[in-house]
């Protein structure tokens, strides 16, 4: 297992002064490092510069939004967690955030000690996953799945999968040529059963099922009502 880090470095990108300044504050309060930048683009030369643990993006920015910078950073860097923080309620923009590889999305107005448990709950998947282990590597059909690093292998082709989409596929792994249930996965990756995980879900799996193209025997079925099997004849 990869030792803790002793300061956690988040990248902290919020237009509105005052809640930039407290969440800043606060989350220094807590323990990380963060370094608050007050635009899109502010925040885009900063992730150029250093390197930084987790990523927390206001989605209305001015110069350059969240989703925009999100994307950006995504073409690089396919794993860093990213939180994104926002006014806005509606599902679609959520699930928008989740197709571009949000690791979670709290809504605005929200209580900083949810905001740090959400952090640490992220950080918990990212970067305490043992890395070492045989464990952490699986084989599913002709891929290797390397859990601890995030990794997805096929041939000479290697993926780099977002915290989130791991935990999904170990828990499809597990459950292999089973039944995974929608309420255990939820409530095991995001700590509770909703409509709005559940949408969320679905997207995660839709991605998922593109990475395991290259292998036709291997599929993802849906079972109406009840939850996914991964369906791996080679097991």
Same mark, same amino acid.
């Given at each position: 297992?990869?030792?803790k880090?002793?300061?956690?470095?988040?990248?902290?990108a919020?237009?509105d002064f005052?809640l930039g300044?407290?969440?800043q504050?606060? =989350?220094?309060?807590?323990g990380?490092?963060?370094n608050?930048c007050?635009d /899109?683009?502010?925040?885009h030369?900063a992730f150029?510069?250093?390197?930084?643990?987790?990523?927390?993006?206001d989605?209305m920015m001015?110069?350059?939004?969240?989703?925009?910078l999100a994307?950006?950073?995504?073409t690089?860097?396919? %794993?860093?967690p990213i939180l994104f =923080?926002?006014?806005?309620t509606?599902?679609?923009?959520?699930?928008h /955030?989740f197709k571009?590889g949000a690791?979670?999305?709290?809504?605005?107005p929200f209580?900083?000690?949810?905001l740090?448990?959400?952090?640490?709950?992220?950080?918990?998947? +990212? =970067?305490l996953a043992?890395?070492?282990?045989?464990? +952490?590597?699986f084989?599913i059909g002709?891929y290797?799945f390397?859990y601890g690093?995030?990794?997805?292998?096929y041939g000479?082709?290697t993926?780099r999968i977002?915290?989130?989409? %791991?935990?999904?596929?170990?828990?499809?792994?597990?459950?292999?040529?089973?039944i995974?249930?929608r309420?255990?996965?939820l409530?095991?990756?995001? /700590?509770?059963?909703?409509y709005?995980?559940g949408?969320?879900f679905d997207?995660?799996?839709t991605?998922l099922r593109?990475? =395991?193209?290259n292998?036709?025997?291997?599929?993802?079925?849906?079972?109406h009502?009840? /939850?996914f099997?991964l369906s791996?004849?080679?097991f």
């Amino acid at each position: 297992m990869v030792k803790k880090k002793e300061k956690i470095n988040i990248l902290l990108a919020e237009d509105d002064f005052n809640l930039g300044s407290i969440l800043q504050d606060y =989350l220094e309060m807590e323990g990380f490092e963060v370094n608050l930048c007050r635009d /899109g683009e502010e925040a885009h030369l900063a992730f150029k510069e250093k390197m930084y643990d987790l990523c927390i993006f206001d989605v209305m920015m001015p110069k350059k939004d969240g989703f925009t910078l999100a994307r950006e950073i995504r073409t690089n860097n396919k %794993s860093i967690p990213i939180l994104f =923080l926002t006014a806005k309620t509606l599902a679609d923009d959520k699930i928008h /955030g989740f197709k571009i590889g949000a690791d979670d999305y709290i809504t605005k107005p929200f209580n900083e000690e949810e905001l740090v448990y959400r952090i640490r709950a992220i950080l918990k998947r +990212s =970067l305490l996953a043992p890395v070492d282990s045989e464990e +952490s590597i699986f084989k599913i059909g002709k891929y290797t799945f390397d859990y601890g690093r995030q990794l997805l292998i096929y041939g000479q082709d290697t993926r780099r999968i977002t915290a989130r989409e %791991s935990e999904i596929l170990k828990l499809l792994y597990l459950k292999r040529n089973n039944i995974l249930r929608r309420e255990e996965a939820l409530v095991a990756i995001w /700590g509770e059963n909703d409509y709005f995980h559940g949408r969320s879900f679905d997207v995660f799996i839709t991605k998922l099922r593109k990475y =395991l193209k290259n292998d036709s025997q291997l599929t993802i079925e849906n079972i109406h009502g009840v /939850g996914f099997m991964l369906s791996d004849p080679s097991f």
